[in-house]
């Protein structure tokens, strides 16, 4: 799946968290209300043979950028994450399932608009009778969207068919893949049991027990 800078739609949604079950529905993920930057979160549940894992983190986290690719290679980077987050959870979890029969059962991702006044600028630059006025007016409205209110968020959910009951204990990589990541919340639940932690760098173990 690629984006061009003329396409930049991310959104594939095929089942609902909970309960441990597929489904089929198409979703965006927009300005969640838990929306800060280093922040991420993971839900984990464990029932039986079966393991999933629903990770959601503001696109700054993976991106270092909450708007539409302005260059190739922020297309490139964009592209990017969205290939490492489709193709399972190895960039999150490392290799603790390899085991495991490992799905991608929703995949959320920002819609950013492709600005109309990025195009071909080159074709214009004969034609520069804007004064300095106009050039700020215009850099205001290119700037328009990228504020506070303008959130931009990640959200994936994998399912593992393990051959026997997943492991209790990960070490997370996705603090070494994604540096912007500072710190994961997670809640997890294993049978009639639930927990909570704060994962960071320097404490990246998550403990199901």
């Not at 986290?61 to 969205?82: H, M, Q």
């Not at 034609?127 to 106009?134: F, G, R, V």
């Not at 009639?192 to 932690?197: E, L, N, S």
Request: net charge negative.
């Amino acid at each position: 799946m690629k984006f061009s800078r003329k396409k930049l739609f991310t959104a594939v949604s095929l089942s609902p968290f909970l309960p441990l079950i597929a489904g089929s529905e198409l979703a965006l993920a927009q300005g969640l209300d838990s929306h800060v930057h280093g922040a991420a979160e993971l839900n984990v549940v464990v029932a039986d043979q079966q393991l999933q894992v629903e990770f959601i983190s503001p696109a700054m986290n993976l991106l270092g950028f909450e708007r539409a690719p302005n260059s190739d290679d922020e297309t490139d980077l964009l592209n990017s994450v969205i290939t490492d987050l489709l193709t399972g959870g190895g960039w999150l979890l490392g290799d603790t399932l390899a085991n495991c029969d490992a799905s991608t059962l929703v995949f959320e991702g920002p819609v950013f608009e492709d600005a109309a006044h990025d195009h071909d600028h080159d074709e214009h630059d004969d034609d520069h009778d804007h004064d300095e006025d106009e050039h700020d007016d215009h850099d205001d409205h290119d700037h328009e969207g990228e504020g506070a209110d303008s959130h931009a968020d990640f959200r994936v959910q994998y399912l593992y068919d393990c051959p026997t009951a997943p492991a209790q204990e990960f070490r997370l990589a996705a603090f070494d893949n994604y540096p912007g990541i500072e710190e994961i919340t997670v809640q997890w639940v294993v049978g009639r049991q639930q927990g909570f932690a704060e994962l960071t760098a320097s404490n990246p173990v998550l403990n199901l027990e």
